[in-house]
């Protein structure tokens, strides 16, 4: 979230988990074109997550964000490609083979309301972990659930209610309690505030960063809110339609975007300052997002992108340092933006151009 | 001024002294919940008195003999029929009437209660486990599994029950075990079609995905996380089938497949009432009214069941 905080991490920049050309295809039957189809959720992901980093994955509803995450904790299996954490090959193990692994990843789920099984006492869904991995006995599970309680900031009296009796941030506090029970090195956080009100959402974020700092935790930080993700994230990759097509540290996301998209998503960030939210570039994509089960040729945003030319209807834009940025700077366009162009067609940019939106 | 100060400090002290010396903090459960809403239920808790009632009268069948003094399959030639052989309308001795072998009807009807509420309720539970297990296997599983049983369910769904329970019992006899497996066995497909459909729905819900993450095994979430979140449909349909069992346990009774005289049971009495009806019409009467109060009972508070566990499906 700041540079003293990237550069911390660029020290220890120990690969923990490595996603080789991820896919994950879904075979759905009964669609508009009849027979059976193939929605290809995820196409060809390549990314590293580093130890003690949080990496944002933002992108629009239907990009494919939480399908890569349960691909990464491999609570799907994988069409084609690998997954390795921790330097183990997990792309074809076993359910029975991933038990111990779950001990180290754990996920956050989006919807605080439906992650807690209401059936269930709050002392028993945070104690889940333990009585699945065979950890201590009643009493010591009792005290090691209330003192996760404690440390997430929930009463640990409230042991015995059940979900329907907090609030939505209390209920993703439990959450966050469960997945943080075992101990694990990674947490992959699928959209973990995005159903919390504002204040709320704060509250939550910031108990996220804590714990991080406090157990030396690595973040997957899924969502659509370029605001959270901006603030909690040391590196972002931007998904589009299945693909990542730009990956770097956050504050060059900002501010050398290269991708168009990236530019686009960008700018519907929200400005406090009116003046600068009159005088930015604003972009609004034409057309919707295309459907994931006959994905567009090429470059897959090239039927929405401003600058998108016949080779991009042909060939697949690697994802490579473009324009002479460092190695962590991966982008996968054809045409690639220079700091300060502008994604206008010509004849509409007449006016002064502006720099890059803040 | 310092006394307005100290009011208010005061005030303050209570307030922290109510926090602190509340009772430990109990979580209301669902079911918690939903017994409070039962208990408003005015028809629900009539409805659970009178079940009551049936079920001490069951238990407590033998008093009847002790007062009246007349066993239940004990043939009163004498006293308990007229002159010409009929039965013996209500009387001082006979508080019910007789049937045409002079029986006791009081005595009868009471220990008919206990074959209809032990075959309603022992019959239930087999149809509600194998229905139960069955949906719950085929919901979770899926694919083939799923394809299997349901076309089980098919084929059970589409026997034809009194044909093949006729057949049975003409096969292996009859009997009160015969009784309840013929019902067990032909009603658990309707249980397992509600349990897989909402076993579908539930298997799809984070808090199960959650319970994967952390590495649970199908077993613990089948019985841990989905059951409890099946059990509310499952138990409003369990309280709503006992009086269908119990109703075609008479059934099957009064078509002879069921137990055998003398022993005393609802249907088998209205069975030995239908050539007498005409002139006693206590014997038709008492037994009719015996099952019809039990089976509605059991119906109204099945419904009051079912409101308590989903309130908002209103009346």
Known sequence: MTTDQTQAVSTVSETLLHLDDVCKHFHVRGHAGGGRATVKAVDGVTLDVRRGETLGLVGETGCGKSTLARCMTRLYDLTAGKVTFQDRDISRASRRALRPLRREMQMIFQDPYGSLNPRRRVGSIIGDPFAIHGIGDRKERKDKVQQLMQRVGLNPEHYNRFPNEFSGGQRQRIGVARALALQPRLIVCDEPVSALDVSIQAQVLNLLTDLQQEFGLTYVFITHDLSVVRHVSDRIAVMYLGKVVEVARTDDIFEITRHPYTKALLSALPVPDPDAADSRERIVLTGDLPSPINPPSGCRFHPRCPKAQEICSREDPPLLPVLGDEGTHLTACHFPLEVGESLRPRAEASGPERGIPR | ?315
Request: net charge neutral; charged share 15%; hydrophobic share 55%.
């Open chain 2, 1 to 315: 001024m310092s006394m307005g100060s100290s009011d208010v400090r005061f005030d303050e002290d209570v307030a922290a002294e109510v926090e602190l010396g509340a009772a430990p903090v109990e979580g209301r459960s669902p079911w918690l919940l939903a017994w409070q809403r039962l208990r408003r239920d005015r028809v629900a808790m009539v409805s659970l008195a009178v079940i009551i009632l049936i079920a001490l009268i069951a238990i407590f069948a033998p008093v009847f003999t002790h007062f009246t003094g007349h066993p239940p399959n004990q043939q009163y030639i004498r006293q308990g029929t007229t002159t010409s052989g009929l039965p013996l309308g209500p009387n001082g001795k006979f508080w019910l009437g007789t049937d045409n072998l002079g029986r006791d009807i009081l005595v009868r009807i009471a220990y008919g209660a206990r074959i209809s509420l032990a075959v309603g309720v022992v019959a239930t539970l087999l149809t509600v486990a194998i229905g139960v297990v069955v949906g719950l296997a085929a919901g979770f599983f899926r694919g083939i599994v799923d394809t299997i049983l349901a076309r089980l369910v098919d084929v059970v769904l589409s026997v034809p029950f009194f044909l093949v329970a006729i057949a049975l019992v003409s096969i292996a006899g009859p009997g009160l075990t015969m009784t309840v497996l013929v019902i067990g066995f032909f009603s658990w497909a309707s249980v397992a079609r509600i349990v897989r459909g909402q076993v579908l729905s539930i298997r799809e819900r984070e808090y199960v995905e959650a319970a994967r993450s952390l590495g649970a095994s199908d077993l613990r979430i089948m019985f841990v996380d989905i059951l409890p979140n099946v059990l509310a449909q499952v138990i409003v349909y369990t309280t709503l089938l006992i009086p269908v069992v119990i109703v075609t346990q008479a059934a099957l009774s009064f078509l002879g497949l069921g137990l055998q005289p003398p022993t005393a049971d609802w249907g088998g009495m209205l069975a030995e009432s239908q050539t007498f009806y005409t002139v006693a019409w206590w014997f038709v009467a008492f037994p009719g009214i015996a099952l019809l109060v039990t089976t509605l009972a059991f119906n109204l508070f099945g419904d009051g069941v079912r409101d308590a566990f989903d309130p908002r499906s209103g009346r």
